[in-house]
Structure formats: C-alpha cells, structure tokens
C-alpha cells in the first residue's frame, strides 16, 4: 500500500506563488508515478502534473505548463509543486495521486483512471 500525505495550500493574490508538498509512504515500487490532479467547485479533478516516482521525467497539463514546477526530495520521501505566477482559474482542492505505469508517456501519465491512490487534499485559493 502507497499512503500520501498532502500540504501547503493556502490564500496567495493572483501574480503570487505558492509551493505543495505531498508526503510518500508505504511500500513503493518500480513503474510507480506520482503526481497532482485538481478539482474546482462544479468540475471534474483535472491532470496537473506527474513523474515516475523513481526519477524526474515530468509532464505537465497545458494550463500551468511553464508556471509550476515539479521536484522531490528523496531523503524525505516528498514530492513538491512549486505554483508561479497564479491566477484565479487555478483556484480549486489539489490532491496528490499515485498510480502505475508500464510505459512512461503523456497519455499515461494525464489518465485518472490509472491512479488508485490520492492524498486527502489541500486548499488553493487565488485572489484577483
């Protein structure tokens, strides 16, 4: 079982940054994948970004391409998402997931419906 914690959340102004973190317990294991989807009130959890929790190879959805950035620390066994330069649409609950994979590409990595473990949520909130 993989267990994920996620954090660092909060109320930054539109322009501002922020940065997540997402915990990973439990046993890991080859072709295991890591990342951020997003949910806003009246929408379905959309794709952010996710590696291959062995290494750094990310891919990231067209709407924050290029103002978030993910990285890991592996002597903590944490996953960041540094937010930049935010806007009121990336307001919503992100949640940190988990999944597997066989071959490392976009399509894999953006599908949902390969993820079966996800963190309980944290709050991000963009003011205009």
């Known amino acids: 079982q993989v267990q994920l914690v996620d954090s660092g959340g909060g109320l930054v102004q539109y322009g501002g940054s922020l940065r997540l973190a997402c915990r990973v317990s439990?046993?890991?294991?080859?072709?295991?994948?890591v990342g951020w989807f997003r949910q806003a009130p009246g929408k379905e959890r959309e794709f952010v970004t996710a590696?291959?929790?062995?290494?750094?190879?990310?891919y990231y959805a067209d709407s924050v391409n290029g103002r978030f950035t993910v990285s890991k620390d592996d002597a903590k066994n944490t996953m960041y998402l540094e937010m930049d330069m935010l806007k009121p649409e990336d307001t919503a609950v992100y949640y940190c997931?988990?999944?597997?994979?066989?071959?490392?590409?976009?399509?894999?990595?953006?599908?949902?419906?390969?993820?079966?473990?996800w963190g309980q949520g944290t709050q991000v909130t963009v003011s205009s």
């Open positions: 997931a988990a999944g597997t994979f066989d071959l490392w590409n976009e399509r894999t990595a953006e599908n949902r419906l390969h993820y079966h473990y």
């Open positions: 439990g046993h890991t294991f080859t072709g295991l994948m």
């Open positions: 590696i291959p929790w062995g290494s750094l190879l990310p």
